[in-house]
């Protein structure tokens, strides 16, 4: 299992809220407003709970959240913040999709998931989901695509390294990666669900100069696992970026899409 940090999703979560995709938000809540009450909406790979504070206060009271990890530590953290009135806590290894919670459950939700799963292991997914024609809202996939304020010469190719490293295990198979978003589509448009899909992009500027950090440190050991760049220049380019982070046009860019599938029948 490999771990996510919470610190590193507590820095993410203000600016993964504001990068959600308004409409698709909307439309999200109209489904489950629109189902006979009360609705349960399952979160997989919860983490600490970050979806369901971006979202649960879109939905009618009375909803129900079931939120699922394999990480016990996040769980735990998720139930320390939230309580339990109204949501359960399921510990469970989405390597077995079969065995997820499902009853009573309209739509299941993901935030910065599905770009970690392989392409079979979403085919799986998508594929018991589309068995209970449940829906999917899966927010938050990163797309590939990094852009700084003030370029370096070496930009394109630490994005480059970093990108071909999201595509390795993550313990889900080969990952995705930035072609997440384009699979599910083409997969979810096969099983008969109206996909509807929308950048949701972190703008990160010297307010965010924390989570930055954190983004630019984070990239350092896949693109040294990747080879093509030598430390020197991997340091080099480093002490570049840190070096403008909390300075004029020191920001960036980090794309991601949100998409909502909900079964056309
Ligand atoms: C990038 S984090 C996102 C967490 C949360 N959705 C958020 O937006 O803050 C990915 C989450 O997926 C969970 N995860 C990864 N592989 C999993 C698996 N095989 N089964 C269940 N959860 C898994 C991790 O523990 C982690 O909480």
């Known amino acids: 299992m490999s771990g996510f940090d919470a610190k590193w999703l507590r820095l993410r979560e203000p600016v993964d809220g504001l990068a959600r995709d308004v409409a698709l938000v909307d439309a999200f809540s109209r489904y489950v407003a629109d189902r006979a009450p009360p609705a349960t909406v399952l979160d997989i ?26 990480d016990p530590s996040l769980l735990a953290a998720a139930e320390k913040q939230l309580g339990t009135d109204g949501i359960e806590f399921v510990r469970h290894d989405l390597n077995q999709p079969d ?64 990108n071909r490293h999201q595509l ?23 099983l008969s669900y109206d996909v509807s899909i929308a950048p949701s992009v972190w703008r990160i500027g010297r307010d965010e100069a924390d989570l930055h950090i954190a983004f630019l440190r984070g990239l350092v050991d896949p693109v040294l696992e990747i080879g093509t760049l030598q430390p020197e220049e991997i340091g080099e380019w480093m002490a570049f970026r840190l070096a403008y982070v909390r300075g004029e046009r020191g920001g960036c860019e980090v794309g991601h899409h949100d998409l909502l599938a909900l079964p056309r029948d």
């Open 45 to 70: 790979g919860c983490g600490t709970g970050s979806t369901y504070r971006s979202l649960s206060q879109h939905l009618p009271a009375g909803t129900n959240w079931r939120l699922l990890d394999y």
């Open 168 to 190: 390795t295990d993550k313990g889900l198979g080969p990952a995705l990666g930035p072609n997440a978003t384009e699979h599910l589509r083409t997969k979810l448009d096969a």
């Open 99 to 162: 065995g997820m919670p499902l009853d009573g459950v309209a739509i299941v939700t993901a935030s910065a998931f599905f770009d970690l799963g392989s392409a079979a292991f979403c085919d799986r997914l998508l594929g018991v989901l589309a068995a209970r024609r449940i829906g999917l809202y899966a927010a938050l996939n990163y797309d590939g695509r990094v852009e700084w304020q003030r370029p370096h010469p070496l930009d394109q190719r630490v994005v480059a390294d970093f």
